[in-house]
């Protein structure tokens, strides 16, 4: 996605390429106390990721596949933090049955999904129904977005985001 062409289908109030990332505070797991900060992540790169909900297929394997290439993140200076609207309670179950070394954050007010724009109008058998497009911002250490993954496709995608971490340092 070309940095200067803001996506028609994105919200108009959603974040793009080269936008400042939309700060957040919110209740977590994995992180350094019981909230993470985005402000408090940066001089890092942050791989935030929003997928669906906890222990569901698609979701576990996008999780797993991020805590296989976890260690490979770390040494490229990056930090993982997995937003869902789950509870803490629900994350706690599926980070210990995954074994995930990463940040599991809760949004379950929603307002960080919306401040992202990934909190959109889906439909599946005819039915109509609000939910979290599996998505990824990459931000840089200075709190810009660097890249970014909509309607994420699971196989390979971690290994994309290592690709354009790396091509942008």
């Given at each position: 996605m070309p940095a200067a062409v803001k996506p028609e289908a994105q919200d108009a109030a959603a974040p793009f390429v080269g936008d400042k990332a939309p700060d957040?505070?919110?209740?977590?797991?994995?992180?350094?106390?019981?909230?993470?900060?985005?402000?408090?992540?940066?001089?890092?790169?942050?791989?935030?990721?929003?997928?669906?909900?906890d222990n569901t297929s698609?979701?576990?394997?996008?999780?797993?596949?991020?805590?296989?290439?976890?260690?490979?993140?770390?040494?490229?200076?990056a930090l993982v933090v997995g937003v869902s609207r789950d509870s803490l309670k629900s994350h706690q179950s599926f980070q210990t049955k995954h074994d995930l070394p990463f940040i599991l954050a809760a949004d379950e007010d929603g307002a960080t999904c919306?401040?992202?724009?990934?909190?959109?109008?889906?439909?599946?058998?005819?039915?109509?129904?609000?939910?979290?497009?599996?998505?990824?911002?990459l931000i840089d250490p200075k709190?810009?977005?660097?890249?970014?993954?909509?309607?994420?496709?699971?196989p390979g995608h971690v290994q994309d985001v290592l690709e354009v971490m790396n091509k942008g340092k």
């Open positions: 957040f505070t919110l209740p977590a797991l994995g992180a350094a106390t019981d909230t993470v900060r985005l402000r408090d992540l940066l001089d890092h790169w942050v791989v935030l990721y929003f997928y669906p909900k698609g979701c576990t394997v996008e999780a797993c596949d991020f805590r296989d290439s976890f260690a490979t993140l770390k040494r490229a200076g919306q401040a992202y724009g990934v909190w959109v109008g889906k439909s599946m058998y005819g039915r109509s129904y609000m939910g979290i497009e599996r998505s990824t911002f709190g810009r977005i660097h890249h970014l993954w909509r309607k994420v496709k699971i």
